[in-house]
Each structure stands twice: as C-alpha cells, then as structure tokens.
C-alpha cells in the first residue's frame, strides 16, 4: 500500500513571497489532514477535510493560509503571503477510511524555511 | 477544543532503566489514545495506542494505561534501548476523527 505522498520536501522562500505543498494521501482515505509542526513543538491542527467538504479549519489562519481539496482525493495548502512564523514542517496525514478514530498515517512533510 | 498536556518535555534514561512519559486530555468525549514517536528529520509513526474502554495496554517493551476517570495516560517504556531515544507525542482523538497531540519528549538513552 503506498504511502501518504507530499511535495516538495523543502522550500526556502522570504517573507511576503507565497509557497504551496501538495499531498496526495492514501488511496481510498476520505479524510484528510494538515499540520503544522514548529521546531520543538507537537503537530497542530490546520484544516481536515472529509472527501472535499471541510470538517474543521477553526486553527487555519484564513488571512495568509488556504487549502483545497477540490476532487476529494490530493490537496493543496498555500501559503500567501508568508511570515518568519510560518517557518514549520507542513505535514499531511489520513487515517483508514470506514470508521472512526484509528492510525492517522502522516506522510514526509513539507519543511518551510521562512527568511 | 481538546487540550492536550504532556511531560516532561526532555527525558534522559540510562540504558537498561524505564521511561514514563505523562499526558492528560481536557475533553470527555475523546476515546482513542495514541502514541507516535518522531525521529529526527522523520514523520511520526504509531508506536502504541490505546481506546477508552481499555485501561492497559502492552506490547513487548511498550506499555500504555489510561485513566478515563483523571484524564490522564502514560507511556511506559522498560529496558530502553539507545535506538529509544527519539521525541514521543501523545494524542487524544475523538469520534470526529480530530487528533489533538501534545508538545513532545525528547527521551535520550544514555549507553
């Protein structure tokens, strides 16, 4: 079974300028998530869809950071324009589809230097 | 939302002895507990998880036990290993599928 796949894995860019990581999760899972992981710190929420419905984006800072899932199946998050604060690993995760709470399966994450 | 608190943040064992690592969750209707470890520059992978109608779970050196009545669960590692050594997070999970996780421990076993 292939993995939760994600582009690039690095991406240096100054601030102001505007970046976007794609995920392409694993076949099949319905939901899908996106995290930010701050050096030193846990994975914090951003968006989770479900297909191409939006669950929750309450931590998803909507002034510089959108996200889209359009056929319910890859995503993109963007990121416009960026501050010295974004710099983070942007990391996408799905669990099995078919019921709730299980393994959420997180692929290599995006890394988002912010000079 | 749920909050999630863990610690200690950094945790240094000699090699052979135990670890615990302490998290407790602020939301009663979470009811799935997992636990990831992170190794430098990689993804976090599942190690060991646990549901709310559980108390203990083992598996060879990892052990996880819950108590739904504090709010509160713990990682428990025994004979640790140099290959241990890694961050650890905890999670809670509720029916909407929402994980919330804690702010990490960087365990280091010492040889």
């Known amino acids: 079974e292939a993995g939760v796949a994600q582009s690039p894995r690095y991406k240096i860019i100054e601030k102001r300028q505007s970046v976007a990581f794609w995920c392409n999760p694993i076949?099949?899972?319905?939901?899908l998530y996106w995290y930010q992981q701050i050096l030193g710190q846990g994975p914090k929420l951003l968006i989770q869809?479900?297909?191409?419905?939006?669950?929750?984006d309450s931590q998803l800072p909507k002034d510089r950071f959108s996200a889209e899932r359009l056929k319910g199946v890859d995503s993109t998050l963007k990121i416009q324009p960026a501050k010295l604060e974004d710099s983070a690993v942007y990391l996408c995760?799905?669990?099995?589809?078919?019921?709730?709470?299980?393994?959420?399966?997180f692929g290599e994450g995006s890394r988002l230097t912010v000079l | 939302g749920e909050n999630v608190e863990q610690h200690p943040s950094t945790l240094s064992v000699q090699e052979g002895d135990s670890a615990v690592i302490k998290c407790t969750y602020s939301?009663?209707?979470?009811?799935?507990f997992p636990w990831y470890k992170q190794e430098l520059g990689k993804r976090p992978q599942l190690i060991i998880d646990?549901?709310?109608?559980?108390g203990e779970k083992k598996d060879q050196r990892i052990a996880v036990t819950l108590n739904k009545t504090a709010k509160h669960f713990s990682l428990h590692i025994t004979e640790t290993q140099p290959e241990d050594s890694a961050v650890y997070f905890c999670?809670?999970?509720?029916?909407?599928?929402?994980?919330?996780f804690g702010t990490g421990t960087s365990l280091t076993v010492i040889p």
């Open positions: 939301d009663s209707a979470s009811n799935y």
């Open positions: 076949s099949g899972h319905a939901t």
């Open positions: 646990i549901r709310s109608n559980v």
């Open positions: 869809f479900q297909n191409n419905g939006v669950v929750d």
């Open positions: 999670a809670a999970s509720n029916a909407g599928n929402q994980f919330y």
């Open positions: 995760a799905s669990p099995p589809s078919g019921g709730n709470t299980g393994e959420l399966f």
